[in-house]
């Protein structure tokens, strides 16, 4: 039996194994786990995503036929952890993706070694595999390393002195990086009865799909475009006696696809990570679970009994909440 401990470099990761192999002359069994030595990093294969090596096994059998040592058979299992791991190195992710087998190996001589091969990852696809190897032996003749009558059966000698038999290929797991969702939503202002502009936006990674402003009789009254964040809006025409202030509110639901954010900055500030965000499309605003960014709308009056011109109308811009993580959390921003 002949344990060992490997690192891999490959670019910027660092990959560690320990394994160990059990052999009796042609037959040969070996296991080895793999472990990451580095953290996440960028990941240049997938966009907007984070890559590391992914842990994992591999088990190994090896034979040969001792009255044909030409010729020589693998089987192989592999298994490797992780939400997205890409298994075959063909850009799938597969959640914790298994692997089996198997190759065929001719030696025609001993210098050279002819392999093809076939693996099957299930969702994570399949693979075939061929290759040629050199295996040149120091100290030993060429013309005896091209005599195919020297390819004899393996030993524990020769064993001892062979590759050690591995997965070799950095198998790679991936995250997605956390994205921002930033609602900026300006104050406006105006006389009663004139014409403004809602003049919110939402700054995300992925594209809106769609904006739905919904709110008070009398404001919706005034609304201009329906599904605009930029939409003019017609202030409520107030009465010339009024003195309290008006209350009221109008909001917007923000519906996008495969939005995944875990933070939330308003108005470039109050930047929180306490909240995991999650796009999706209903009909139904009852069935959105919402965190508000709220900013103060406000008009005048052309005049009042008390003096007092300003007036406030609160209008909000919605970004639907991951039901699961958002229960609970509210996040509330004010401009003056």
């Known amino acids: 039996m002949g344990p060992g401990c490997t690192t891999f470099i490959v670019i910027s990761h660092l990959r560690g194994g320990v394994g160990g ?3 009796k002359d042609s037959l040969a069994f070996s296991g080895n786990y793999y472990f990451p030595l ?3 990093k960028t990941s240049a294969a997938h966009e907007f995503h984070d890559e590391r090596p992914a842990y994992g096994f591999d088990l190994r059998t090896k034979g040969m036929f001792p009255d044909f040592p030409w010729f020589s058979g693998e089987l192989t299992y592999e298994q490797y952890y992780g939400d997205k791991v890409d298994l075959l190195g063909n850009g799938t992710l597969s959640r914790n993706p298994r692997a089996a087998g198997a190759a065929l190996v001719w030696n025609p001589v ?7 091969g076939y693996r099957d990852a299930g969702n994570g ?3 075939a595999e061929g290759g040629l190897r050199v295996n040149y032996s120091f100290g030993t003749p060429l013309p005896e390393q091209l005599d ?7 030993s524990n000698t020769t064993n001892r ?3 050690v038999d591995r997965n070799y290929d950095i198998v790679m797991a991936y995250r997605e990086q956390a994205s921002k969702i930033r609602i900026t939503a300006m104050p406006v202002s105006g006389l009663s009865g004139t014409l403004v502009t809602l003049m919110a936006t939402v700054d995300s990674r992925y594209p809106i799909e769609k904006v739905e402003w919904s709110g008070d009789a009398e404001l919706i009254a005034g609304l201009q475009l329906q599904g605009s964040l930029g939409s003019d809006l017609i202030l409520p025409q107030l009465s010339l006696t009024a003195t309290d202030e008006a209350t009221g509110s109008v909001t917007a639901p923000v519906v996008g696809t495969e939005m995944r954010a875990r933070t939330l900055c308003i108005n ?4 929180t990570d306490a909240f995991n965000y999650q796009w999706e499309i209903s009909d139904e605003m009852k069935s959105w679970k919402s965190v508000p ?4 709308a406000t008009w005048l009056l052309p005049y009042s009994l008390n003096g007092e011109s300003l007036q406030n109308k609160y209008i909000r811009v919605r970004i639907i909440s991951d039901k699961e993580n958002a229960k609970g959390n509210t996040a509330t921003s004010d401009a003056n």
């Not at 195919?148 to 393996?154: E, S």
């Not at 470039?268 to 930047?271: G, I, S, T």
């Not at 960014?293 to 103060?296: H, I, N, Q």
């Open 268 to 271: 470039n500030m109050d930047c």
């Open 148 to 154: 195919y009558r020297n390819v004899g059966a393996p």
């Open 161 to 163: 002195r062979a590759f």
């Open 21 to 23: 192999e059990v052999y």
């Open 110 to 116: 001993p210098l050279l070694e002819v392999r093809a």
């Open 293 to 296: 960014g709220a900013t103060k």
């Open 125 to 127: 696809g399949s693979q």
């Open 38 to 40: 580095t953290g996440w």
